[in-house]
């Protein structure tokens, strides 16, 4: 007689599909389209600003208190734009990490359909970001010229829990702070708009995300983990100080110097940004990713 016990390993795989085909589901019932959902006709109201000001690299400071209302309101647009197309830069690159890594895997494994349909949605998210940015009044923001190449080879060469893990950094600072912009009033009606949309469909690419490292990491060793943990502290790096560019301020009408000075110094900003971590970086914890070089990167960073 035939045993209905499962083993453990196929038990794993049953789970894993599982995971993709809710993913799968809620996609299909809980997806916009932004070339309908957002409000792109009405001309920009500069009565609203681009993100909660809480949230502005300046909120708090001497300088934050000189600037007028319309001052603050057009900082915090050109730094909402300026997170926008980070967000794009990133998306590029995690499209092309997720499709390098289901090049040669079975087509008919319900976590290919998800990957493809999470590819899908990051299009439509550059999209998005890019339009909203035009929106806002601002430039295209790069990052430098020493991170953009960077992000060439990391896409290039990143793979397994490496890819997933920074994938999962990127979208959970994000997350928390378009939280907030997307319930904040003094917020354009459009870009809370832009907010929603990213952090409902963008829970699902967390989610797969989580999902993934923790399964890369099954079979990896202490060395393998070690080195992971750096190369993902590294990306996360590079990701977080990218959000801002310095052209901002001066897009703003302020002083880029004193901008600058004032920023770096800005402990209110500081701790927001480890706060929005908290979760993230419990979750790296649990994955045994906190290691010594990482924790560094980290605090270098105000993520922890």
Not at 48 to 59: D, K, M, N, Q, R
Not at 102 to 116: G, N, V
Not at 217 to 245: H, K
Request: charged fraction near 30%; charge should be neutral.
């Amino acid at each position: 007689m035939a045993s209905s016990t499962v083993r453990p390993e196929d038990r794993g795989r049953l789970d894993e599909h599982d995971v993709a085909r809710r993913l799968l589901e809620s996609s299909a019932k809980l997806s916009y389209d932004p070339a309908t959902e957002v409000d792109w006709d009405t001309p920009l109201d500069k009565d609203f600003h681009g993100a909660s000001p809480e949230w502005s690299t300046l909120y708090g400071t001497a300088y934050w208190n000189e600037l007028t209302d319309a001052q603050r309101k057009e900082l915090t647009r050109q730094e909402a734009a300026s997170v926008a197309s980070t967000g794009i830069w990133f998306e590029m690159i995690l499209q092309q990490m997720v499709l390098r890594d289901i090049y040669t895997t079975d087509a008919t494994d319900p976590r290919f359909r998800w990957a493809l349909t999470e590819i899908a949605d990051e299009c439509r998210h550059s999209i998005m970001f890019a339009r909203g940015a035009a929106k806002l009044g601002a430039p295209a923001y790069r990052p430098r010229r020493a991170v953009v190449e960077l992000g060439r080879a990391f896409k290039t060469l990143a793979f397994g829990e490496a890819a997933y893990a920074a994938i999962l950094v990127a979208e959970e600072v994000l997350d928390v702070m378009q939280r907030d912009w997307m319930r904040d009033e003094r917020v354009a009606p459009f870009v809370r708009t832009i907010n929603n949309i990213h952090v409902v469909e963008e829970s699902r690419h967390m989610k797969f995300a989580r999902d993934e490292t923790r399964r890369r990491l099954r079979s990896a060793g202490p060395v393998r983990r070690q080195l992971n943990a750096f190369v993902i502290a590294v990306a996360s790096y590079f990701i977080v100080t990218s959000m801002v560019n310095r052209e901002v301020y001066a897009n703003a009408g302020l002083d880029t110097r004193r901008a600058l000075a004032e920023a770096g110094a800005n402990e209110h900003h500081k701790s927001l940004m480890r706060s929005s971590c908290s979760g993230l970086m419990e979750f790296l914890a649990s994955a045994r990713l906190l290691t010594r070089p990482a924790l560094a990167l980290y605090r270098r960073a105000n993520l922890i």
